[in-house]
């Protein structure tokens, strides 16, 4: 089932009652969530991501705008009738009830027709355990399962109504890194063998970049960007999604567009090819980690040339394939950053240089206006 | 040297030092030990051996023999089973109605959100007040003397009943005073205790049930009641105990001569036994003091086993 968004807005009045202005938790959404993808819902902290959540499965009423369920409007039909399976960050299994008992309970609330004998929702509890592989847990308190183990349960729990769409808020941050890995993994298995709609939230671009059919990348309640991770990745939008994604984070620098050059200081990083007839301004400049390659003699003595970029050489990491090498250059966006350029550890770099130099590749460099920081190049 | 000063550090203490160290942890402890025993076990015994001793007199320090006999007398005596009598009443019908009534009005306080902090103060403010000065309102609202029927009666005057004597009337009358002002005297605690543990029910558990599409009455029994269940046995195993221990609750309304009134209960009969009119006698009062001390160890006993039964399940 599709999800699609019509002009949604959420407005909170300001927790801090001295503060009249509203607080626009989710502004003005207008997309569609497609068919039996997995989404994941990708933003900084406090930008809106499970107020958004939050809309969508009833537990909170929209200020303006809409929310269909395929074709129908579900903006004012109550949490119950809407057909979804929630995860909470923390889980919420009823500390008091075991396994079997909390997947059984959301089952233990249908009434009429479709009210069913205590076999059939043992049956429909166990069929959801296995999904998530904990039938070996089912008279287990929450209490004595690790947190990996709880996540499932939260997870049988929601599908164990079979809902239409599957919510799950954060559903990684409460476990350790290994553990995160691996139930990532397994979220996008049971999203396959379900292929009910997910809909995941995170605040951590590694977690949405690996397992999303498709994120939606938000900032202060409004989305930026929608698209495959990889095209995201590729052709960040504007200056908040390319710093946003991607670990060692993007390089950004200060720098100018004139005379059909692009120019970081006094050094020309890129030509006419590149900039085509973008008009003379102000820019920022973001160059991926992976988009420098190391110049043959490196060592500086090439500065000035056209295509150099020539930075301050601090440190080198070598990570048994990859090197990275740590270097600062004066026009930083932010002052004193320690860049980072990702290049193969073929390359021999003399540590004791003062400076290294690097061509570009025109691909995995980005040109943001100054002064909207949109996407020029 | 300095080798061997480390070492020590790390080998188990000798049996000389563990007992030096025990023995600074009985030192610690000493004061307390002393003031417990002195005003807590000392007496406690003491009772015990007054309620074995009969007729003993408190002035020569001498006494006939030991037996059961005063245990026999007490347990003979109509004013005492009256006042056994008057002790489960007020028990069994104050400690669960008030723990109900708690329950009700702090989940009404719990659901509001406009001046929550003000109804808080206000259901609080009769814990505050002096029981006594409670009682005189008590027994101003519901006597009746020559000159007024008191405010009860003016309103059940407009139902075309009563009047009804509530202070020296028949003797539901009284005990239906008497429950009513216990149940008033101990409502703000219980209330203040049971808004306090359904706040601290995460709110996230309510929204994953209503996702679930839980009823309301289903939310309540199935959630909101195992989460608070701890306090609200804490709140009946208090109440019990503190029910049955009730004195002062019955002169605030009826005076100190207790057994005319026939509301006394068991510790007036032991407060009489030794001060009141017809006192002076504590083998008596020890006696029945020690019954009384027999029946709320028993009952608190249960509580403890129903309760632990119950969280297990
Ligand atoms: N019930 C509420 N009342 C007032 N403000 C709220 C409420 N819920 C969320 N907010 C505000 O809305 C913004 C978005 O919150 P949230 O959706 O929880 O962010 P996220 O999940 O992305 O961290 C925050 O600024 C938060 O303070
Ligand atoms: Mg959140």
Redesign the interface.
Known sequence: MKIRFEGLTKRFPNRNKKIKSEVIAVDNFTFEIPDGKLVGLLGPSGCGKSTALNLI???ETPTEGRIFFDEDDVTEIP???RG???V?Q?Y?L???LNVKKNIM??L???KGEQKLTKEQMEQKALEAAKIVQIEELMERKPNEMSGGQQQRVAIA?ALV?MPRVLLLDEPLSNLDARLRIQTREEIKRIQNETKITTVFVTHDQEEAMSISDLIVVMKDGAVHQIGKPQEVYDQPTNLFVAKFLGTPPINVFTGRIADGNLLIGDEKILGKDYVKDTKDQEVYIGIRPEGFVLREGSDGKQEGKEGAFTGKLLTIEVMGRDTSVVFSHSASEIEDTRHRAIVSSENQIDPASEKVAFDLNPKKVFVFSKETQERLL | MSTDSKETNYTPASPLVKRLRTLKAWLYLLPALLFLGVFMVYPLIDVLIYSFEEGYNSASQTSFGTGWYNYAYVLHDPYFLQAVKNTFIIVIITVPLSTLLALLISLALNSITKLKEVFQTIFFLPYVTNTLAVGLVFMIMFKKTPYTDGLINMILAIFKTGPIDFIDGPYWAKMFVMCFYTIWVVLPFKVLILTSALASV?E??Y?????????RF?QFT??TL??ISPMIFYLVITGFIGAFKAYSDEVAIFGTNLNSAGMNTIVGYVYDMLYGDSGGYPSYAAAAALILFAIVFTITVINLLISKNT?IS
């Open positions: 499965c009833g537990l949490a119950e009738n979804v399976g929630m909470f923390s919420a009823y500390p008091h309970f959301p233990q609330n249908l729990r109504k | 995460d996230v558990y929204k994953a049930a209503r996702i679930d599409g839980t009823s289903r199935h959630i195992p989460m969280s």
